[in-house]
């Protein structure tokens, strides 16, 4: 480990935006190009189903915000302003339901931080497709090695990743974009230094949300201030009163695993980037995809089962064992009910975590006769710890069951088809898009690196306030954690 106390000679930063500088496309593969379209694709989705979220609508009532004059829309809506501020709305926004993609190396969420800042600055100065998606690709690397550095005391501290390697992500994206020499972006990253913050403590309210909209505003405001001119020190990663050591500790951080391997592969590449496919808790997806697997390969109805045993790897359970939610969000923490609900609809959606969906008497039916315990073949300490196993007695007497051992959500060797993605897509964008514009939007944004301008595609994100957004009868909240779940190295997106 390296505790680095006196200035470089070349500072960390400086080395750092080197890296950035010298990106260029063709060290973008196809694989890297498709990830960071589907990232791309899926945050949008999931930045329209929080607009109407009371955390994005407080911040817009909120006096001087959105009142700024400029060409950034507010995605969902007809208005437009700085995009500074539009980073900040939509990457709320973009956060508000915690449906965004997520990567186990990062502890947090690699793309929210980046898209709303990016998508701002590039409407404003008409930037196209691909100069935006190869500065998407820049940003993820620069926050995944970042966290390779840090993790995991950076975590385990209190930090929430997300935001404050974020913040460093948006400032060397919106860097690359607008084209700042090395020198600038020195400054960007140095700046940013000082805007980086979120805590965990906060997680469970709407502060978290924030944490994504005000990082993603810092980084843009970093590289925008450093494109003016404003300085910053650029030993700021070392100093003994640094980032490093003030975020960290001495001791506790690796400054050569930021640099190690840059680009080769490309961060985005990692099998260890995963989408959502569903609107709860990550830890109850592989249950949920077992359960799916039996409707889907055996033909089973809610009719049929007699009794249903889940069996997920333990430290999946021990923040979604609850048997008989009360709440919206208790539903989303709660393993039992994502399977009853596969079973009894066949798919999980952002409805069945809105008003009394957890109350309806057939899913009260299956909660009676569903049971579940960790996995006694999947150790606590064992190296694949996102399993889980369903078993399914029917009335005719037959056990039925599927198993897997590890699905950290759904990339690597285990994608989201073009209709899962669009499934998750259209249910999202459904709630603030009128439904006609929903398939275009779906469309450009598969297609995303041949936009001339990106303006063709926020043209799609935009509604009129005649029509406004829909009305959601049960906003989602979080859920708190507690002192007697799973260690934090277990992150839990």
Known sequence: MSDVNQPAQVSLAARLAEKICSFNKQQVTKKALQQAKTCFLDTVGVTLAGIPEDCTQILLRTPGVAEAPGNSLIVGTDRRTSALDAALINGTASHALDYDDFNSVFGGHHSVPLVAALLAVAEERKYSGEQVLLAYIVGVETELKLARAVHYHHYD???????????????????????????????????????ASGIKANFGTMTKPLHVGQCGRNGLLAALLAENGFDANPSVLEHHQGFLNVFNGPGTFDVEKLFAGWAEPLEIESSDVGLKQFPCCG???????????????????????????????GRRLRHTNTPHPKTPI?????????VARALLDGAVRLKDFEGEAHNEPAIRHLLQI???????????????????EVIVELKDGRRLSRRVDNLVGRGGDNPMSSDELWEKFEDCASRSLPREQIAPLFE????????????????????????????VEAPVSFASRTEQEAPETTWVP
């Open 157 to 195: 501290k209190g930090w929430h990743p997300t935001a404050t390697l974020g913040t460093f992500g948006a400032a060397a994206a919106v860097s690359y974009l607008i084209g700042l020499d090395q020198q600038k972006t020195t400054m960007a990253l140095a700046i940013a230094a000082s805007l």
């Open 370 to 388: 569903t049971e579940a315990r960790p996995h006694p073949e999947m150790a606590d300490d064992a190296a694949e710890q996102w399993g889980a």
């Open 283 to 313: 830890s109850t997806h592989p249950a949920i995809m077992m359960m799916l697997t039996l409707v889907r390969e055996e033909g089973i109805t809610a009719d049929d089962v007699a009794r249903i045993e889940v069996l997920p790897h």
């Open 330 to 338: 208790e539903a989303k923490f709660s393993v039992q009910y994502v």
């Open 444 to 471: 450009r944004l598969e297609t995303l690196e041949s936009v001339a301008d990106i303006g063709q595609l926020t043209r799609l994100l935009q509604v009129s306030s005649l029509r406004g957004a829909r009305k």
